[in-house]
């Protein structure tokens, strides 16, 4: 039997590809974007750059790829492509999404939303085959405290930005197709997954990267005129004379917290859970988050990896915020800033009873961030 895979090309989805190849599974068919042979290589070099789980010489001659695009109709897949796809599927994976933050919500919703609709389209020519659908823990939106529970799909409190709202809308798809066809259907809500070996340039990059870029290239326009600024960015590493340490102030809960989960451990749990889960009609939803929420001011204090002389104060109001200040404020939407008022905790019943005795996953704490947030210096392996 065979598994479809989509987002193999993406931080979690090259994870997942690994877990599954280490599982034993016959055959994996990668659908993405691109040439099946350009598929190969992006797929490849992030799949050997993986370190765990550990696979056989030969394992990924068990992949198959297919070139397939969520935003054409039907995929770009003609009749003959899609029946040989659906023909012998036990599962599909549904992992492809588009993640950017502050965005126009227009490519969101065709990547998230339609893109989703045209993949539950494939499911439908596979009626024997399972949905595992990996969706996310902020689909719970602007709701900043309580505890999320599992089977929660609320929208009432809003959202902080438009990729959460496109993703709430594709678990609604999925719920309402699982009703109409009694389909099986399980849902992975991963929180914010982060891992300390930091990427090199052509790999996946991580979503706590491209979360402090928007910050990254702020500072970045004003190095041009401020030398505290261009010190931040452009000190020699090693450098005694270092230029005067710069502060910014953001407004935030100083008590705020987000939930921040090693990415091998996702993987690694989803599909442990999902070789674990008796299919039955319906969908059954598992948050794939930490037991423990990290403390925003422990995110914030782990940045002096990547800025080493920028202080950054959290505060529930800034009485006299500088330019910076409020040039910050106003890109708050696009960076980790956006969350920096939660609280909120994640019920995870589902996720540990599927996990049948795994332990824990090891703390994300300021040494663990401080090597996440720091820069590759290795060269891509070929």
């Known amino acids: 039997m065979s598994v479809l895979l989509t987002g193999a090309t993406g931080f979690l989805g090259c994870r997942l590809l690994r877990e599954l190849l280490a599982h034993g599974q016959d055959e994996v068919i990668v659908l993405g974007r691109g040439t099946p042979e350009d598929l190969r290589h992006r797929v490849e070099a992030a799949v050997r750059w993986l370190r765990t789980p550990p696979l056989t010489p030969d394992a990924l001659a068990a992949v198959r790829y297919v070139s397939g695009d969520l935003t054409r109709p039907g995929l ?28 126009d919500p227009a490519p969101l919703h065709l990547a998230n939303v339609v893109g989703t609709r045209r993949i539950l389209d494939l499911a439908d020519e596979a009626p024997e085959a399972r949905l595992l659908h990996v969706s996310t823990a902020y689909v719970a939106g602007r709701r900043a405290s309580g505890v999320v529970m599992e089977d929660d799909l609320l929208h009432t409190a809003g959202f902080q930005v438009p990729y959460e709202e496109s993703k709430h809308t594709a678990e609604r798809l999925v719920h309402a197709w699982a009703q109409r066809g009694e389909r099986a259907v399980t849902v992975f809500r991963p929180s914010l997954l982060v891992t300390d070996r930091p990427v090199p340039d052509g790999l996946p990059s991580q979503p706590a990267d491209a979360m402090l870029r928007p910050l990254e290239r702020h500072l970045g326009s004003w190095a041009k005129q401020v030398s505290p600024v261009r010190g931040l960015l452009h000190r ?25 989960l090693q990415a091998d451990y996702a ?17 059954r939803t598992l948050h794939v988050t930490h037991p423990h929420n990290v403390l925003f001011a422990t995110a914030v204090a782990a940045l002096r990896t990547r800025f080493p002389d920028l202080t950054v104060t959290m505060t529930e109001q800034l009485s006299r915020p500088t330019l910076l200040e409020r040039q910050a404020a106003r890109l708050a939407e696009a960076s980790l800033l956006a969350y920096s008022t939660h609280r909120r905790t994640y019920d995870r019943t589902n996720l540990i009873a599927a996990l049948d005795g795994l332990p824990d996953p090891a703390p994300v704490d300021e040494s663990y961030l401080s090597r996440a947030f720091g820069r590759a210096e290795v060269p891509v392996a070929g």
């Open 267 to 283: 993987a690694h749990a989803m599909v442990r859970a999902a070789t674990r889960l008796t299919p039955t009609p319906g969908v």
């Open 76 to 103: 770009g897949l003609r009749p003959a492509e899609r029946a040989q796809l659906t023909g012998n599927l036990s599962a599909l994976w549904h992992c492809a999404a588009l993640l950017q933050l502050g965005s």
């Open 236 to 260: 020699p590493r090693g450098e005694v004379d270092r230029p005067r340490a710069m502060h910014l102030g953001v407004t935030g809960d100083p008590q705020g917290s987000l939930n921040m």
